[in-house]
């Protein structure tokens, strides 16, 4: 059966709205609204919707489909795998040859040390699994007073209950009592929101030294972790200072306080760089991927464990109370696989650093350097932030806590462009696919949906 055929656009949008808890969603308002834009299909950097609307998607999915869609090779990876092993797990001493070729490139392609890996569904259960593992890890060590985790303010960690704690989002703790206890945050690296009349460099260094006050004021002791994304994608493509990772590189290692990088999004080629943290020079203890690692395809997380905690886990840790039914499931791990041999075969990742991310970065701040709406245009390889305020000159925001953002984002909308609002910053983060031409497209729907927001604001 033709599924796309068998209803009309509208009946599938009422279906929708009768049936459907959409994520991150009000439902009141999306059915006030009409419903739904339903996607149908999508090749390369474009999707089409029910109504047969083209759509640019400079936001690859959810900052995932970096090798692009329509990748025939993955399907015909899938297809075979799901004739020859569709399923197995992964417990009870067993393993399926595409999870072990899969942890085995895992630790050659991640920074030096990490050479053990925890599999899993999602960024937010990646997250979780590493609350327990470093709790059991502390525990082993004969430290059990380690149990304070120290994220971030605007920290997107993910959506179940420890990933949300770590998280920084204050309407994601309001609606369910969280954090946890035992989870606390400090002021992100954000420049242009929080620095006030300190240089970047200054600012950098300064939103470090919150780490360090914070871990002093809780007693090292009782200190686990510090987690953090290399570039803060959901807070709002922050981009640190350079000056900020080296020092709480630092603090983490003179308060024997264990360094998470999440690079759940800026993992696999995101910033030009395999790894956010090879941009910085990061060195984790642990690092967490999703999204990229199978181009969104299929689910998959990972846990990256580094030579410390690994040692200690296995040499002293007995059984390790904790897996999912498809930690390591065959097809998403032969997915990731082929992914990953995308991404170097067609030099992707290389691509992102030296021409396709240095071209959007440039198109982007020529189309804004002096548009009245936009204080900063931000970035690194192929993920953008594009900051819209009141006034350029004083850095002062609109007031109503995110409302240009979202005018912005319905004019993208209109323009058959996919960006994002994160309260008042539209956020990018294309296919690492994306054509030079196809960047020249983005920026000028991006530009005519800026100006139509400016003229309604009347500053245009
Ligand atoms: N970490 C980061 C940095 C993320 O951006 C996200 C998702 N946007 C997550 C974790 C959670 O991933 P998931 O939605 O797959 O649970």
Known sequence: MDIHASRSAADWRRADTAHHLHPFTDYKALADEGGSRIITRADGVHLWDSD??????????????????GRRELADVAHRQMLELP?????FKTATIPSVALAEKLSALTPAGLDHVFFANSGS???????????????????????????????????????????????????????LPGFTHVLPPYWYGHGGDMDPEAFGRHAARLLEEKILELGPDSVAAFIGEPIQGAGGV???????WPEVVRICREHDVLLIAD????????????????LYGIEPDIMTLAKGITSGYVPLSAVMVGGRVASTLVEDGGEF???????????????????IAILERDGLVERTRTDIGPYLQQRLREAFADHPLVGEVRGVGLIAGIELVKDRQRRTFWPGGGKIGQMCRDHCFANDLVMRAVRDTMVLAPPLVITRDEVDDLVERATRAIDATARDLGVM
Request: glycine share 14%; with cysteine.
């Open 321 to 339: 109370y904790h897996g999912f039914t498809y930690s390591g499931h065959p097809l998403a791990c032969a997915v990731a696989l082929e992914n």
């Open 263 to 278: 690079e759940v999004i800026c993992g696999f080629g995101r910033t030009g760089h395999w790894f956010g943290s090879d």
């Open 125 to 179: 259960e990646a997250n979780d699994t590493v609350v327990r593992l470093v709790r059991h890890y502390w525990n082993l060590c004969g430290k059990p007073g380690k149990k304070t985790f120290i994220g971030r303010q605007y920290g997107y960690h993910g959506s179940t209950m420890a990933a949300v704690s770590l998280s920084g989002m204050a309407p994601m703790h309001g609606q369910a009592d969280l954090p």
């Open 238 to 244: 922050i981009i640190p200072p350079e000056s900020y």
């Open 87 to 91: 399923y197995y797990n992964t417990f």
């Open 52 to 69: 047969g609307r083209r759509i640019l998607d400079g936001m690859a999915g959810l900052w995932c489909v970096n090798v692009g869609y």
